[in-house]
C-alpha cells in the first residue's frame, strides 16, 4: 500500500473550485428564501387554513420527508419533459432544493407556532388586531424565533444535499470536482479538497444564518419573547 | 427492443429495492456499533476522546454524504485497495450513520439527570456498571424515537450509493428509465417504493415519541 497524494494538481484549479461554490452559495440562498417563505404558508395553512388545503399540505410533507433529495431531483429533472416542463440543471436543482427544504421548513414552523401561549392570542384579538395581524405580527415571529436553530440545521442540510445537484450537471461545486478529477485523474485529492470546501461553507453558512436571523427575519425582540 | 410492461417496472424497481433494504440494514447495525462505540468514549470525559469524537461528529455533518461516499471508493482505491462499489457504500454510510447516532445518543444521556451519576458514584459502582446498569437504560427511553427515526435518513442516504454505482433502487430506477425512455413513470415509483420504506417508519417514530411522552 503506498499513498502518494497530489493535491497541487487540484488546486491549481482554484478558479473553477471558487464558481462552483458560488453557484452551490446561490442555490442555497435561493432555497432557504424560498423554502422558509412556503414554510411559513404551509405551517400558516396546516394551522388556520382552509380545511380543503390541510391535507394536500401534510401530504407533501410527509411525501417530501420520506423520499431521497436525489430522486426529487431526478424526478424534475428528468420525469417533468414528459408534462411539458423542462428546466435546465441549475432551475431544476434549484426548484427541487426549495421544494425539498419548504416541506421540512413546514414541520418546523409547526412546531414553533405550536408552541405558542394562547393567551398571547388571545390578548391580540382582545387589542382588535384582525387574525391575520395576530399571526404576522404576534405569533409567527417568536415561532420564528425559537425554531430558528433548526431552521439553521436544515438549510445546511439542504446546502449539503445539494452535492447531488453535480449529477445532472448543475455547476456546482461537485461538479467541478468531478471535472478536475476527470482531467487529472487525482479523484480522492479532488473530493477531498471539495469535501473540505463544503465543511467550511457549512460552518460559515450556519453563523451567517444564527447572525442574519434576529435580525432581518425575526427582530430580536421576539428572539427574548 | 423488448416492451416493458408496467409490471416489468415495478418487478424489476421491487427486486433492486431488497438491496436498499440490505444496505439500510447494514449501514444501520453498523453505524449503531461505532456510534456506540464513539459514544462510550465521549462518557468517559477524558478531553482528547471527547474533543476527537466531537471532531468526527462534526465532520460527517458538516460534509456532504456524497463525498463520503466518493471518498470512500476513491480513497481505498488510491491506497490500492480496489473494493466493490457496495462495500465503499457500506463503509461511507456506517461512519455517516455512526456520526449521526453519537450525536443524538449524547443528547439522550445528557438529559439523564446529575443526580443518577452521583447515586451510582455513591453506590460504587464502576464507569461500565454505571453506564450499564444506571444510565443507558434511562437514556434508552428516550433514545428510542429519534433513533428509529434517523432510519429514514438512512434509507434515504442509501440511494446515493446508486452515484458510485451500487444496483439499488435508485440506480435500477435510472437503468430502467434508460431502456424504457420514461422517466416520469420510472422514477414515480422509484419515489413511492422509497415512500412504502420510510413512511411505515416514520410513524413509528412519531408513535414511539408520544409514548414516551418526550412531547
Given at each position: 500500500?503506498?499513498?502518494?497524494l497530489?493535491f497541487?494538481?487540484?488546486?491549481?484549479?482554484?478558479p473553477l473550485l471558487?464558481r462552483?461554490?458560488a453557484?452551490?452559495?446561490?442555490?442555497t440562498?435561493?432555497?432557504?428564501?424560498?423554502g422558509?417563505?412556503?414554510g411559513?404558508?404551509?405551517?400558516?395553512a396546516?394551522?388556520?387554513?382552509?380545511?380543503?388545503?390541510r391535507?394536500?399540505?401534510?401530504?407533501y410533507?410527509e411525501l417530501?420527508?420520506?423520499t431521497p433529495?436525489?430522486v426529487?431531483?431526478?424526478?424534475?429533472?428528468f420525469?417533468l419533459?414528459?408534462l411539458?416542463?423542462?428546466?435546465?440543471p441549475?432551475a431544476?436543482?434549484?426548484l427541487?432544493?426549495?421544494v425539498?427544504?419548504g416541506?421540512?421548513?413546514i414541520?418546523i414552523?409547526?412546531g414553533g407556532?405550536?408552541?405558542?401561549?394562547?393567551?398571547?392570542?388571545d390578548?391580540?384579538?382582545s387589542?382588535a388586531l384582525t387574525?391575520?395581524?395576530?399571526?404576522?405580527l404576534?405569533v409567527?415571529p417568536?415561532?420564528?424565533?425559537?425554531t430558528?436553530?433548526?431552521?439553521a440545521?436544515?438549510?445546511v442540510?439542504?446546502m449539503?444535499g445539494?452535492?447531488?445537484c453535480?449529477?445532472?450537471?448543475?455547476?456546482e461545486l461537485?461538479y467541478?470536482a468531478?471535472?478536475i478529477?476527470s482531467?487529472?485523474?487525482?479523484?480522492?485529492e479532488a473530493?477531498?479538497v471539495a469535501?473540505?470546501?463544503y465543511?467550511a461553507?457549512?460552518?460559515?453558512l450556519?453563523?451567517a444564518l444564527?447572525w442574519?436571523g434576529?435580525r432581518f427575519l425575526?427582530?430580536?425582540?421576539?428572539?427574548q419573547r | 427492443?423488448?416492451?416493458?410492461?408496467l409490471?416489468?417496472i415495478?418487478?424489476n424497481?421491487?427486486l433492486?429495492a431488497r438491496?436498499?433494504?440490505?444496505?439500510?440494514?447494514?449501514?444501520?447495525?453498523?453505524g449503531g456499533?461505532v456510534?456506540?462505540a464513539?459514544?462510550v468514549?465521549r462518557l468517559?470525559r477524558?478531553?482528547l476522546?471527547v474533543r476527537?469524537?466531537?471532531?468526527?461528529?462534526?465532520?460527517f455533518?458538516?460534509t456532504?454524504?456524497l463525498?463520503q461516499?466518493?471518498l470512500?471508493?476513491?480513497g481505498l482505491?488510491?491506497?490500492g485497495?480496489n473494493?466493490?462499489a457496495?462495500f465503499?457504500a457500506a463503509?461511507a454510510l456506517?461512519?455517516?450513520t455512526?456520526?449521526f447516532?453519537?450525536e443524538?445518543?449524547?443528547?439522550c444521556v445528557?438529559?439523564v439527570p446529575r443526580?443518577?451519576w452521583d447515586?451510582a458514584d455513591?453506590?460504587?459502582?464502576g464507569?461500565a456498571?454505571?453506564?450499564?446498569?444506571?444510565?443507558?437504560?434511562?437514556?434508552?427511553?428516550s433514545?428510542?424515537p429519534?433513533?428509529?427515526?434517523?432510519?429514514?435518513?438512512?434509507v434515504?442516504?442509501?440511494?446515493?450509493?446508486?452515484?458510485i454505482?451500487f444496483i439499488?433502487l435508485?440506480?435500477?430506477?435510472q437503468?430502467?428509465?434508460?431502456a424504457t425512455?420514461?422517466p416520469?413513470?420510472?422514477?414515480?415509483w422509484v419515489?413511492?417504493?422509497?415512500?412504502a420504506?420510510?413512511?411505515?417508519?416514520?410513524l413509528a417514530?412519531?408513535?414511539l415519541e408520544?409514548?414516551?411522552?418526550a412531547?
Open positions: 500500500m503506498s499513498l502518494a497530489d497541487g494538481a487540484v488546486l491549481i484549479d482554484w471558487a462552483g461554490a453557484l452551490t452559495v446561490a442555490l440562498v435561493a432555497a432557504a428564501l424560498a422558509l417563505a412556503i411559513v404558508a404551509g405551517a400558516w396546516r394551522q388556520q387554513g382552509p380545511l380543503w388545503l391535507a394536500p399540505v401534510a401530504a410533507v417530501i420527508r420520506n433529495f436525489i426529487q431531483l431526478f424526478f424534475i429533472f420525469g419533459p414528459s411539458g416542463l423542462k428546466l435546465s441549475v431544476a436543482s434549484a427541487a432544493m426549495i425539498n427544504l416541506a421540512y421548513a414541520e414552523v409547526r407556532l405550536l408552541a405558542t401561549p394562547r393567551g398571547q392570542v390578548a391580540g384579538l387589542l387574525p391575520r395581524q395576530v399571526f404576522f404576534i409567527l417568536p415561532a420564528l424565533a425559537r430558528w436553530p433548526a431552521t440545521s436544515q438549510i442540510i439542504v449539503l445539494s452535492a447531488v453535480g449529477q445532472i450537471a448543475a455547476e461537485s467541478y468531478n471535472l478529477q482531467r487529472n485523474f487525482r479523484a480522492f473530493y477531498l469535501t473540505a470546501l465543511l461553507l457549512a460552518v460559515a450556519r453563523r444564527m442574519a434576529p425575526f427582530g430580536r425582540s421576539a428572539a | 427492443m423488448v416492451d416493458f410492461t409490471w416489468d415495478v418487478r424497481l421491487l433492486a438491496w436498499t433494504v440490505l444496505l439500510s440494514l447494514v449501514a444501520f447495525a453498523g456499533l456510534g456506540l464513539l459514544l468514549l468517559t477524558r478531553p476522546a476527537l469524537v466531537g471532531g468526527y461528529v462534526q465532520l455533518q458538516g456532504p454524504l463525498m461516499l466518493f470512500a471508493y476513491f482505491a488510491a491506497l485497495l473494493v466493490p457496495w465503499a463503509l456506517t461512519l455517516y455512526s456520526a447516532l453519537a443524538i445518543w449524547r443528547g445528557d438529559a443526580g443518577q447515586a455513591a453506590l460504587g459502582l464507569f456498571q454505571k453506564l450499564r446498569y444506571v444510565v443507558l437504560p434511562q437514556a434508552l427511553r433514545g428510542t429519534p433513533t428509529v427515526g434517523f432510519l429514514v435518513q438512512v434515504k442516504g442509501t440511494a446515493l450509493a446508486s452515484v454505482g439499488e435508485t440506480k435500477a430506477g437503468m430502467i428509465v434508460n425512455f420514461q416520469f413513470v420510472v422514477y414515480a419515489a413511492l417504493l422509497y415512500f420504506l420510510c413512511f411505515p417508519i416514520s417514530s412519531r408513535a408520544r409514548r414516551t411522552g412531547h
